[in-house]
């Protein structure tokens, strides 16, 4: 079996760990957007990363005026991805350490090392990188849903951030908050 297909590979969702409808339609929102204009197919990891929010967002930041619940669980713990969250996207989902052996080996840094162009080695990172998501907090009323993401194509090759969505009219929207991000 070769790493693609061993990566595409996705196990059973034990019971009970299904994602909630608000937080597929969340991560649908997100992906829907993300995906866009991607040439191939986005590797997204299988399981949610941790959520991670300093306090400088919470207190004074992005997140002012939104109280989240459920924040401790989502800092230490992790949650299996469904295929219903990557429905209809150009997006699939990959074992994490199966995938951050391909962008290891993939690092543009090696390949512009043995003389590929920029524009090519980044590529062909890209193509082989790893997106991951967190878990979701929302607040109380569920009007908010706060997650972070990262994508990572090497050591240098990466971004990521946190993301605010807001409910409205039934439907979750990514909104502009100024909430922290990072290029790498």
Same mark, same amino acid.
Do not use: I
């Given at each position: 079996m070769s790493l693609a297909s061993k =990566? =595409?590979?996705v196990g059973p969702v034990p019971n009970g760990l299904h994602p909630s =409808?608000?937080?597929i339609a969340v991560?649908?929102?997100f992906l829907a957007s993300y995906a866009t204009g991607a040439a191939g197919p986005v590797n997204l990891g299988n399981r949610t990363i941790p959520? &991670?929010?300093p306090d400088s967002d919470i207190r004074d930041g992005c997140l002012k005026g939104i109280v989240l619940? &459920?924040?401790a669980s989502l800092r230490s713990g992790s949650q299996p991805l469904t295929p219903e969250v990557v429905d209809e996207t150009n997006v699939r989902l990959v074992d994490p350490e199966h995938q951050a052996s391909a962008v290891k080996t993939s690092d543009p840094s090696l390949a512009i090392h043995n003389g590929a162009p920029v524009e090519d080695a980044?590529?062909?990172a890209s193509a082989s990188g790893l997106l991951q998501v967190s878990g979701i907090a929302f607040d109380r009323k569920r009007r908010y849903g706060v997650m972070a993401f990262g994508f990572s194509c090497g050591e240098l090759c990466g971004h990521g951030g946190t993301l605010v969505f807001e409910k409205a009219h039934g439907q979750w929207r990514r909104v502009k908050r100024g909430c922290r991000v990072w290029v790498s």
């Open positions: =990566a =595409a590979h =409808a608000d937080q991560y649908r929102s959520l &991670e929010l619940l &459920e924040l980044v590529r062909a």
